[in-house]
């Protein structure tokens, strides 16, 4: 694929956070010029190396802030949103991020003359969900919708890859901890999907090969249970644990406990969104609708959770190596 800039450029909200460093690299392969819209621009200069000299920009924006919005959008011919929180922290309530921001995304670009935006959302989106995260999904993706209804919203399943926040998390917890959780008995689903073909998707999108006023749902290539997630980790981590079952009731106590830590390992939140499934919808499937309706083949996690969960075995990456 030609490298050369094709002089469009796609402004990316959050493009510094895990997924949104991928979307950035997959555009920048396709020769956009990529306006990088982050709180924090003097900390996203490490995404400048994934393109040519001056292709990609770190430039200032906070979604509280719509004049900032408005600035990063301005002269862009796309515009992506990759802004997501796992659990609120101070200012950055999920209606904050996950309902204003994608409304104030999408309106900014609207004045800029655009008709469209690529959102990515999240499985499990449901306005009447327990979880204020699938509230506030839902309320975004609702938002960009009813202010530009050909914008394109990408929903994944949990998302795995080198900087993930699941499988990194339980492997650093296998690390120390002799007992791992099974919350609500390890019985809920997934779909784990690589961030390298989550950025493909976005890509697609602005490239202008999916459907305008659509919703995909994006997942792995296979349907794995919370307690099959544990297994594999353990698996490639060399690691024995005791997976202890812990009731959805017992879970949410603890997470009242745990929540005020920092880091907050585990929230009611959370426990509210292992209730339910994070798997691709038979409607999706049978629309197209999915990773393998628009072109793309889902990359297994045997294929790639052993290249970054090595770290967390005893003796890191050479534990296989190691002379007894």
Not at 94 to 102: H, T
Not at 200 to 219: I, M, R, S
Not at 282 to 298: F, R, S, Y
């Amino acid at each position: 694929m030609s490298t050369a800039l094709n002089g469009k450029l796609v402004t990316v909200f959050g493009g510094s956070g895990f997924v949104g460093r991928h979307v950035v690299q997959a555009l920048a392969r396709r020769g956009y010029r990529i306006r990088v819209a982050v709180r924090r621009p003097d900390l996203a200069t490490h995404l400048q190396p994934l393109g040519a000299p001056g292709q990609i920009m770190p430039v200032q924006a906070n979604l509280r802030h719509r004049w900032s919005v408005d600035r990063a959008v301005a002269g862009a011919d796309a515009v992506v949103n990759a802004v997501g929180i796992l659990a609120p922290s101070g200012k950055n309530s999920f209606d904050a991020v996950q309902a204003f921001g994608p409304r104030a995304i999408a309106e900014a670009a609207r004045a800029a003359g655009l008709s469209a935006i690529t959102h990515i959302s999240a499985i499990g989106a449901n306005a009447e969900s327990p979880s204020a995260y699938a509230r506030s999904k839902a309320k975004g993706e609702a938002a960009v919708l009813e202010t530009l209804p050909d914008s394109v919203i990408l929903r994944p399943s949990i998302v795995f890859g080198p900087e993930d926040d699941f499988f990194n998390r339980f492997a650093s917890m296998a690390r120390i901890m002799p007992v791992l959780p099974l919350i609500g008995g390890g019985h809920t689903l997934f779909q784990p999907v690589y961030v390298c073909d989550v950025a493909e998707a976005v890509a697609k999108a602005v490239d202008g090969q999916l459907a305008a006023g659509t919703v995909y749902e994006l997942g792995g290539a296979q349907t794995v249970s919370f307690r099959e997630c544990l297994e594999l980790i353990l698996e490639v981590t060399h690691r024995k644990r005791i997976l202890a079952p812990l009731p959805f009731e017992v879970a949410g106590v603890l997470a009242k406990i745990l929540q005020v830590l920092p880091g907050a390992p585990l929230t009611t939140d959370q426990v509210a969104l292992l209730k339910s499934d994070n798997v691709v919808s038979a409607e999706a499937k049978a629309a197209g609708h999915t990773l393998e309706g628009i072109g793309i083949k889902p990359v297994t996690l045997a294929a790639i959770l052993p290249s970054y969960l090595d770290r967390f075995r005893e003796h890191g990456q050479y534990d296989a190596h190691r002379v007894a």
